[in-house]
């Protein structure tokens, strides 16, 4: 699975599970919506991780409890 496919499953699983559209996320997080748009269709292709940093500190957990996934555990390389 490429990254930025888990990426999106990620935010969509945390949008489900905190109960929020993915609107809602990028306004508790100071994203824009595009950005989070961008990171939910896959269409960022190398994500920074400063706005998964972001995400993290507006939801209050962990870079850790971020990646902390099965879904994380076979990412492919694109090079």
């Given at each position: 699975m490429k990254l930025s496919t888990a990426i999106s499953k990620k935010i969509l699983h945390i949008c489900a599970e905190y109960?929020?559209?993915?609107?809602?996320?990028?306004?508790?997080?100071?994203?824009?919506?595009?950005?989070?748009?961008k990171l939910i269709s896959e269409k960022s292709n190398n994500p920074k991780l400063l706005?998964?940093?972001?995400?993290?500190?507006?939801?209050?957990?962990?870079?850790k409890d971020f990646f902390d996934d099965e879904i994380f555990s076979k990412i492919e390389r694109e090079d």
């Open positions: 109960n929020i559209t993915p609107n809602k996320l990028a306004s508790i997080c100071c994203l824009t919506q595009s950005t989070v748009q706005t998964i940093i972001r995400i993290c500190e507006g939801l209050n957990i962990s870079l």
